[in-house]
């Protein structure tokens, strides 16, 4: 499709393409070795790229020491809940985006948009101050409702394009046959879309898992950290023990990476579709 | 991802991330490529809803995959505003409230320290912050951060969707793999990195030292000159991902034929590119430059993490900066800064999409007639039938 290619042209991009992937690959790996190594070699020399005898104190330390435990149920907790409900609500307002046409449209994607644009810095301290009006401060309860407003603006945006690229003739042909709009919705539209709409809620329950500065500012109590929270105040320390942190760092991003695995083809696809077509 | 969804997580969430709306078509893109709509409803108002200008008009320039004529008819506005009422409702109330409320603090004296006189001061803050020696090092650095890091993602994004055109065997698992980056948020990539720098343990002085390249450790992070370059290198690795797989993705909407005619016609490989390569997806390739530029300018996670603004303020940008005086209190001045960010990327937005419009409008494109229209006439979508 793109000519032929010379045997030069092809070590080059063979040659570039695997100097990448080691390049992405590296500091992954790295963390990961570092975690398994034992307190002391981590601070050592020479500094050894393979954990001579691995080690699962760091990992155990972070259950014992620390509540990590706790952190990571907290995470699951508002990560579910927020990504499953942020997702419903987006599919409703994608679903009017895409299949209606209003006088107001315009100005709604424009509202979605800002929210992109503005510093959320702008927006802590009034929420901070709202939340404790409403004793919602250390809650989670309080952290999932904020995550879930978080997320619906580019979920929205997502699924719309998903919306968009199913013909309409499907829905045309079960409301002919008896269906009801929302029947055709929920029978017909969602069973087809569902893909995307998986790859939408990984895409939300990953950005709530990862997300810190609104549960620096909302949850105070141990007892409510959330894992980001927690691994700041393991970098705010006078003297960070890598250790711990790596094996933390580990245990943070294993679950989004293997979520990731599953959904990328649709994340890529819902996120570029709108991009590159015309 | 990640990342994209910059507010309030500040995280792309872009990443992924932050950001911005990847889901997005050049306002020429959408009418252009479909010269074939003009009577339908629904085209009308997109192009009215691209054709404003701002960033936010062009970059949500919804593209319909075919005409499309209304499907139901009936009570829609009803319809329309209850599907559209929890989402309106959670974020009017957890983010365009606090928005709102955290940005007239900008013009008052607004400090946690002491919270008896919150009175109006009008400019007060921003003259604070113009006066401020620390401004000009933020100012510069943020340059500095952004064009460091956006152009080393594109040129390596570029290659890398280029080479990957070819189909070639585990082409599925290498995109997979370079994919990773993106599940990771930019706070513990930032972690990630300041490990990898530490000037006694880190990985990457005892490569160099091995490598030859240095004879005694760096001590990266720690010094104000090598700070900045320490977490750019981290910021490119990140980003670079982003870049390819859009880039990818607008590549393989070519259709063949223009490359198998290129060929007959005996164009070379560097004149392909140049000429009918980059000509094809530059509506691409400009808008995912300005959704990168918003979303790097509004990523402080990476910084705070990594560096938290230091060494001596040379890795601070506006919004770590931001984050910093949030911290020390005074929400007035940090919502000042915050506003000025906006007004900064308000101008940023509206310059490039002039200028990326000009440069389509002298290169021939059949589709710049239609959008100059539609761009200059945000009137077309009142008249067209519109359900309210």
Request: aromatic share 18%.
């Given at each position: 499709m793109i000519g032929k290619e010379s045997a030069a042209g092809r070590t080059v991009r063979i040659l570039f393409l695997s100097l990448w992937l080691a390049v992405t690959v590296f500091p992954l790996y790295w963390i990961t070795v570092t975690s398994f190594k034992s307190p002391g070699t981590?601070?050592?020399?020479?500094?050894?790229?393979?954990?001579?005898h691995f080690s699962l104190e760091n990992y155990t330390g972070l259950f014992r020491e620390a509540k990590f435990g706790v952190y990571l149920t907290n995470s699951l907790i508002i990560a579910t809940a927020a990504g499953t409900v942020a997702t419903a609500i987006s599919m409703l307002s994608a679903y009017v985006l895409a299949r209606f046409e209003f006088r107001s449209k315009g100005a709604v994607l424009m509202a979605a948009l800002v929210t992109q644009m503005i510093p959320s810095f702008i927006a802590l301290g009034p929420l901070y101050m709202m939340m404790t009006e409403l004793n919602l401060v250390d809650s989670r309860f309080g952290l999932t409702l904020v995550y879930i407003a978080v997320c619906i603006p580019f979920c929205t945006v997502m699924l719309r394009g998903f919306f968009e690229n199913i013909p309409d003739a499907l829905e045309e042909a079960a409301m002919i046959d008896g269906c009801s709009r929302l029947g055709a919705l929920f029978r017909v539209l969602l069973p087809v879309m569902r893909p995307g709409i998986v790859a939408a809620f990984i895409f939300n329950f990953v950005n709530c898992w990862n997300e810190l500065f609104l549960s620096v500012t909302l949850m105070n109590g141990d007892a409510r950290k959330t894992v980001p929270t927690a691994l700041n105040g393991f970098i705010s320390s006078?003297?960070?023990?890598w250790g711990s942190m790596s094996a933390a760092a580990v245990l943070t991003i294993a679950p989004t990476m293997i979520l990731f695995a599953f959904a990328s083809r649709h994340i890529v696809q819902g996120l570029t579709s709108g991009a590159v077509k015309g | 991802m990640k990342e994209p969804v910059a507010f309030p997580s500040a995280r792309p969430e872009g990443e992924p991330g932050g950001?911005?709306?990847?889901t997005t078509c050049s306002t020429d893109a959408a009418v252009g490529a479909r010269?074939?709509?003009?009577?339908d409803a629904g085209t009308g108002l997109r192009a009215g809803a691209g054709g404003r200008g701002s960033t936010a008009a062009s970059t949500s320039a919804?593209?319909?995959?075919r005409p499309r004529r209304p499907v139901f008819t009936g009570r829609q506005g009803l319809t329309v505003a209850a599907f559209m009422a929890p989402a309106a409702l959670f974020v009017a109330v957890f983010i365009y409230y606090p928005m709102i409320a955290g940005s007239q603090m900008a013009f008052r004296n607004w400090n946690l320290n002491d919270l008896t006189d919150t009175s109006w001061v009008g400019l007060k803050n921003f003259r604070e912050i113009f006066t401020d020696p620390v401004f000009g090092t933020v100012l510069s650095n943020t340059g500095i951060w952004v064009v460091g890091s956006i152009v080393p993602q594109f040129v390596i994004g570029f290659a890398i969707a280029l080479w990957l055109r070819r189909r070639f065997r585990f082409r599925g698992l290498y995109q997979a793999l370079i994919f990773f980056?993106?599940?990771?948020?930019g706070f513990l990539i930032g972690i990630l990195f300041r490990w990898m720098f530490?000037?006694?343990?880190?990985v990457v002085n005892d490569l160099l030292e091995k490598a030859g390249l240095i004879n005694e450790p760096i001590p990266w992070l720690a010094d104000p000159k090598t700070a900045m370059v320490a977490v750019l290198i981290a910021n490119i690795w990140y980003g670079v991902t982003f870049f390819a797989i859009m880039i990818l993705a607008a590549l393989q909407s070519i259709p063949d034929e223009i490359y198998e005619a290129a060929e007959i016609d005996g164009a070379g490989k560097v004149r392909t590119l140049f000429q009918i390569t980059i000509p094809s997806i530059r509506g691409t390739l400009s808008l995912t430059v300005l959704l990168r530029v918003i979303w790097i300018f509004n990523f402080p996670d990476l910084i705070f993490a990594m560096t938290g603004g230091g060494p001596s303020n040379e890795t601070h940008i506006v919004t770590t900066w931001m984050i910093t005086v949030t911290q020390q209190g005074d929400y007035g001045r940090a919502s000042a800064i915050g506003l000025i960010v906006v007004a900064m990327l308000l101008v940023f937005s509206v310059f490039h999409l002039t200028a990326t419009r000009e440069k389509s409008a002298t290169g021939g494109r059949p589709t710049t007639g239609g959008k100059r229209a539609t761009g200059r006439n945000p009137r077309t979508r009142k008249t067209k039938g519109t359900v309210s």
């Open positions: 981590i601070f050592s020399f020479p500094i050894s790229y393979w954990p001579t006078f003297n960070i023990d | 950001t911005p709306t990847p010269p074939d709509v003009g009577p919804p593209t319909a995959p980056p993106w599940a990771i948020s530490n000037s006694e343990f880190g």
